[in-house]
């Protein structure tokens, strides 16, 4: 029943900026103890986490991501975003948003969107 959705665009400029939107349905994104992530794999690589907002507002970033990144939400539209400054063509990934539940030391990203590829070229 839950669901998440990605938007945005799917080709961005070098050094422009990437904003995507995941929009949750049946859920809402202020319940305690979730987390909403994005998640990113490249071509030929594995899954890599770029950062999150808590159910409290806060954020979480991966370091090496952390100086280019923000995510931010609209607790009115039941969404949250992305933006992923000064982007390069290793950025080129299909973007996932997903779930994240948290029971103490324990999580699981249990909901994901389907994703969306964004191609950084020009």
């Known amino acids: 029943q839950v669901q998440l959705q990605e938007s945005g665009p799917g080709l961005v400029q070098p050094s422009q900026t990437l904003s995507l939107t995941c929009t949750v349905s049946?859920?809402?994104?202020?319940?305690?103890?979730?987390?909403w992530s994005w998640i990113r794999q490249a071509p030929g690589k594995g899954l890599e986490w770029i950062g999150a907002?808590?159910?409290?507002?806060?954020?979480y970033y991966s370091p090496p991501l952390k100086s280019r990144t923000s995510v931010s939400r609209d607790t009115s539209k039941n969404q949250f975003t992305l933006q992923l400054t000064s982007l390069i063509p290793e950025d080129t990934a299909v973007y996932y948003c997903?779930?994240?539940?948290?029971?103490?030391?324990?999580?699981?990203?249990?909901?994901w969107g389907k994703g969306t590829l964004v191609t950084v070229s020009s």
């Open positions: 997903a779930r994240v539940g948290v029971w103490g030391p324990n999580y699981a990203m249990d909901y």
């Open positions: 049946a859920f809402s994104i202020t319940t305690d103890f979730y987390y």
């Open positions: 907002i808590a159910y409290s507002g806060n954020t």
